[in-house]
């Protein structure tokens, strides 16, 4: 399984979760998308930074090669995935925390 599949496989998990699982519904909500425009630009700036100073190299055999501030496509699928399951894990537990409290 190359970098790209993992990429694609990690967005589906993180929407199944969200929207069937935690039932958090994140990606369903405004806000998810206004905190997700802020936080790309500095995801974009982190993977230059990392790409640009060979902290991070990607095998071109393991993406799909378009790149994105020197970082591939995938990074941004991986980066989505992960905030989509921070932010409704984030919600799905803090739920549970209210309902214990009343």
Known sequence: MIYSDI?????????VLDLFVLRSQMITRGIFWVSYGLI???????????????????SPGQIIGRRLAGAP??????????????????DFFAKRVKAKEL
């Open 7 to 15: 990429a694609l496989n990690a967005v589906m998990l993180a929407v």
């Open 73 to 90: 496509i995938e990074d941004l699928l991986f980066g989505f995935s992960m905030i989509v399951l921070t932010l409704s894990l984030w």
């Open 40 to 58: 790309l630009p500095f995801q974009l700036l982190t993977n230059w930074w990392l790409t640009s100073k060979n902290i991070v190299m990607y």
